[in-house]
């Protein structure tokens, strides 16, 4: 017993102690990721998706991500992100890229839905990470008002209470989320693409990524039965305009009635 006191109040025990903890923790950790990832919708390719994907990948993507996806100066490594972040860069037009610049800009797709899937494919066999989701959480369905709750917490500083998009720093932006497709707006809350943070199930569960979508959708079509959104910047860009137009038909006015008094 002496001796394992002694032990005890070693140097190095409180060291030990934390490496412990922190394995432990890690360990609990990547467990939890590894459930919220086996309960996300899943797609299935065949080999011949893969390999096709393949082909393009190399003819197409890794003179920047590199062979294999393993990444490079230009680019960043693929593996382990999974097909929902192929299928939202590639399917927005996003990648390739069309230059450098603080962010990947939205254009026109290079690749159809066929040679897509079939890159998500190739990406997804090279690493476990997020799938594409399944029809059922897109099907605009869920609680709005939820939804509604849920994007004012975790989204409205970057994208706008009215997901009008806004400025972020360094010449980047939170784009505006009308004419989104749900499939692209849930893919992006699990791949976190640009600035924005990775929303995994443990974060906002799937069908709280649905809600945010029946939410988003609602307000698009809702429009703005108040008059004219003003661009929905909130009530400073609003008030400014008043003020300017207000200030503006007084001088007007103004102008008008000293030409009259001459």
Known sequence: MKALSQ??????????LLL??????????????????AKASTTSYSANDVEEGGKLFAANC???HGM???????GPSLVGVGAAAVDFQVGTGRMPMQMNGPQAMKKPVQFNDEQTRQLSAYVASLGAGPAVPEESLLDGGGDAAAGGELFRTN?????NAAAAGGALTRGKFAPALADV???H???AMVTGPQN????????ITPEGKRDIITFLKQIETTGSPGGADLGSLGPVAEGLFVWIAGLGVIIAFTIWLTSRTS
């Open 7 to 16: 032990k005890r109040r070693h140097p190095l025990a409180a060291i030990a």
């Open 20 to 37: 412990m903890g922190l394995l432990i923790t890690g360990g609990l950790y990547a467990a939890a990721t590894t459930v919220n990832e």
């Open 62 to 64: 890794a003179t920047c």
């Open 68 to 74: 294999g996806a393993s990444g490079s100066q230009a």
């Open 155 to 159: 989204c409205a500083m970057c994208h």
């Open 181 to 183: 497709s749900g499939k």
């Open 185 to 187: 707006i849930y893919e």
């Open 196 to 203: 924005m943070p990775v929303f995994s199930d443990s974060n």
